[in-house]
């Protein structure tokens, strides 16, 4: 059953690609002349219509991916036209290998097959003849040619099935690779940094500083830097341009009237009972039996973060809010009605209300509104700087003749300084190249901009004098880290025992069940890798930035049977052997191409090509 349902697919695959072309008016399903192949893979040809028809769906698929039409240049340029031949190619390879073997499915299958294709059943659910004949005419396809394609097809499948039955990867190389993930490490280990060395390190002489610069010249490397040249006009430099109308600035604070002006609030808890005797038992206990609130609601299976309220306002605490308003911070009210029930209230705390009359706001608006206009303004200079730039205007005569303000900057991709610190800037300069005309570009805090590459600069030394404050600090780092790693390894003897840490006077740190993905923090790269390299009872000293790591294993445990390392490896053996299979019959299908030696006529494949647009 399972086979014939698989042949049913195909079966409408099939029909649905040649009602696909058939309705579409293909140019190419058209061909005059007498060109019905454009080769032979064995005893069987490549037919046109099957060419055609596929290059066809493959572009159109693409088409609906990116929603732009694909031309065929394009489609070529891709190898999409290669792609579909070689798919052809060997497919009909296969059908080759399939007469040789005699490997087909009967009529009688066929027959059931096509009787259950829902395309071809009346309004009765029973096999409608006329439907069958008119689908495939509608096609272009005889019914002879159909069932053909239909008969090969299933055929291609039971083939492909016979090759991949029963592969299977070994068991062991998925179990192996879920032991490595899940495999863990206990270990012991300690920091120690510039605070632990045993006396302070002098600071380095002007000669060593320099002899390290040279020797360490690749830490020093400035970037490809790219010197340009800009002129900015933001929309600060342009407030005092404009003017804010007095009616604009109080229908604005009519607008924010609740930003302004609010009413006193309250921080509430509110724990709600089921009905009220629970209330008032639980409010009861509260006054003569030294109960607390935290108790009750923990006696609910609550936390105090489940019946917070945040700071609410007298109206949003309906019948309540009149009570509670009246309390004093800390205190209980209720048994008071509440929209879930009745509840008692705990206050915590009291927002006084806040008037902030127009003209202590004026300010805070004239600036937030001035800085508004202070933007249209500048896009109103914008068409005209950049009319002038077009005209031949310099960025220096811009700073001369209008408010932008004239800059340089060195730069590189990392560059986050001054102008750098704006997204829209960085990615212009990524694409700006030698000989750009400068263009008037917007900011996305409405300021604009133009800019000049000046001149490309490659990756270089930085020169010593530049670099100095970088030398020292690396050198400083690298003597750290020399003077930790010698007084640490002096150390590694006394660390064997169960307190060797601590008597070695070391804090000591200790992990379990850690999995190579674990981080640790404060430790240094490839710290977790290490580790799973070592033996246990093994120490090591580790080197980071300005600090070392002493760490030792202190055990090895294997994968445990966790349900998560179970289904993993369930996942892993089907990808395994689903991988296996597509390979296996990957080589037996080139092994059969080979062997059928394939013949494409290319005058043929080109007379195809040109009825695509």
């Known amino acids: ?30 061909l005059s002349g007498n060109i019905r192949s454009i080769g032979t893979v064995g005893s069987k040809s490549i037919p046109v219509d099957s060419y055609a028809r596929q290059l066809q769906n493959e572009m159109q698929a693409i088409s609906q991916q990116t929603g732009q039409p694909l031309p065929f240049a394009r489609a070529q340029e891709i190898g999409l036209d290669r792609a579909v031949l070689q798919r052809l190619v060997r497919n009909r390879a296969l059908d080759h290998e399939n007469s040789e073997l005699g490997l087909s499915i009967g009529d009688e299958a066929l027959r059931e097959e096509i009787l259950q294709i829902s395309s ?23 019914e002879a040619e159909f069932e053909t394609s239909l008969r090969e097809e299933a055929a291609r499948t039971l083939l492909q099935g016979a090759v991949l039955g029963g592969v299977k990867m070994p068991a062991a190389y998925a179990e192996t690779l ?30 060593e500083l320099r002899s390290y610069y040279e020797e360490n010249t690749d830490k020093f490397m400035l970037p490809d830097t790219k010197m340009i040249t800009y002129a900015l006009l933001t929309p600060d430099v342009m407030i005092d341009e404009v003017e804010v109308p007095e009616e ?5 604070y009519d607008a924010r009237a609740d930003v302004y002006n609010q009413p006193e609030r309250r921080l509430v808890e509110r724990l709600v009972f089921a009905d009220q005797e629970s209330a008032d038992q639980a409010a009861a206990a509260l006054e003569v039996g030294g109960t607390q609130f935290r108790n009750l609601v923990e006696e609910r299976g609550l936390t105090l973060a489940d019946i917070d309220l945040g700071d609410v306002s007298r109206l949003e605490l309906d019948a309540a809010g009149e009570a509670v308003f009246n309390a004093a911070v800390g205190e209980i009210v209720g048994p008071e009605a509440s929209p879930l029930g009745p509840a008692l209230f705990r206050v915590n705390g009291i927002l006084p209300a ?41 960025l220096e005569q811009l700073a001369d003749e209008t408010k932008m303000e004239l800059g340089s900057i060195a730069w590189h991709p990392e560059a986050s300084d001054d102008i750098a ?11 700006l190249n030698s000989g750009d005309f400068p263009k008037i ?26 670099a100095l404050q970088d030398v020292r600090a690396a050198l400083l780092a690298d003597q750290i880290v020399a003077a930790l790693s010698t007084q640490a390894e002096a150390l590694v003897p006394t660390l064997g025992g169960a307190v060797g840490f601590e008597a070695a006077g070391l804090d000591a740190l200790i992990e379990t069940g850690q999995r190579r993905n674990a981080f640790i923090t404060n430790t240094p790269n490839g710290f977790m890798s290490a580790v799973f390299e070592m033996e246990i009872g093994e120490i090591r000293v580790l080197p980071g930035d300005e600090s070392v790591v002493i760490v030792r294993l202190d055990a090895i445990n294997p994968a445990a049977d966790e349900a998560e390392n179970i289904a993993l490896l369930s996942q892993l053996r089907a990808q395994m052997d689903q991988a296996l299979a597509q390979d296996l019959f990957a080589i037996y299908a080139d092994d059969v191409v080979r062997r ?3 013949q494409v006529d290319q005058r043929a494949l080109q007379a195809v090509h040109v009825n695509f647009p």
Request: aromatic share 8%; glycine share 10%.
């Open 248 to 252: 604009e600035l109080r229908a604005e």
């Open 178 to 207: 879920v032991n490595y993930v899940g495999e863990q490490r206990d270990f012991t280990w300690s920091l120690l940094d510039e605070d632990s060395l045993d006396a302070p390190l002098p600071a380095p002489m002007d000669a």
């Open 441 to 466: 570009q917007q900011l996305e805090d409405g300021s604009i901009f133009a800019m000049r590459l000046d001149e490309e600069l490659p990756a270089r030394v930085n020169p010593f004098e530049d």
């Open 354 to 394: 806040q008037a902030t009359s127009f003209e202590d706001a004026r300010a805070e608006l004239q600036q937030e509104l001035a800085l508004a206009r202070a933007v249209r303004a500048v896009e109103v200079r914008a068409q005209d700087i950049d009319d002038q730039l077009a005209g031949g205007a310099t």
């Open 1 to 30: 059953m399972a086979q014939r349902s698989g042949i049913g697919k195909i079966a409408m695959w099939i029909l649905l690609g040649l009602l696909f072309i058939g309705l579409g008016g293909f140019g190419a399903a058209n």
């Open 596 to 598: 059928a030696e394939p």
């Open 421 to 431: 610190a704006y997204t829209d800037f960085r990615e212009a300069a990524r694409e």
């Open 120 to 142: 071809f059943q009346g309004v009765n659910g029973e096999f409608d003849r006329e439907g069958y004949r008119f689908a495939l005419q509608q096609g272009g396809v005889s």
